[in-house]
């Protein structure tokens, strides 16, 4: 069963810069798309960024592109998702999610797998 844990998150300064990271197991993920969304309170879950696990294909949120990258590291079976120039905006839960089905989608539907969620708070 495929598994999924992020971890990264925590309170920070408009302005500054956190990495988010995602540890993979039960799967070998060859063929799948990765995920980061986020839910702030009152909130839909929204799409952030998406990687393809075996070309590195990329999309963001135009909310968050020139500020936020994402990555895999296929060794370690991790995903990451470096965030810098953070806003109070980017208050939410962030969650990993995996596809098994590759492609890269922007709704959550599309996601077959999620992790628990790690909090992200930005203070003006």
């Known amino acids: 069963q495929v598994r999924l844990v992020e971890s990264g998150g925590g309170l920070v300064q408009a302005g500054g810069s956190l990495r988010l990271s995602c540890a993979a197991s039960g799967g070998t993920f060859s063929g799948y798309s990765m995920g980061w969304f986020r839910q702030a309170p009152g909130k839909e879950r929204e799409s952030v960024a998406g990687i393809t696990w075996s070309g590195g294909t990329t999309n963001y949120a135009d909310f968050v592109k020139g500020r936020f990258t994402i990555s895999r590291d296929k060794a370690k079976a991790t995903v990451s998702l470096q965030m810098n120039s953070l806003k109070p905006e980017d208050t939410a839960v962030y969650y990993c999610?995996?596809?098994?089905?590759?492609?890269?989608?922007?709704?959550?539907?599309?996601?077959?797998?999620w992790g628990q969620g790690t909090q992200v708070t930005v203070s003006s």
């Open positions: 999610a995996a596809r098994s089905r590759g492609g890269l989608k922007y709704s959550a539907n599309e996601y077959d797998y």
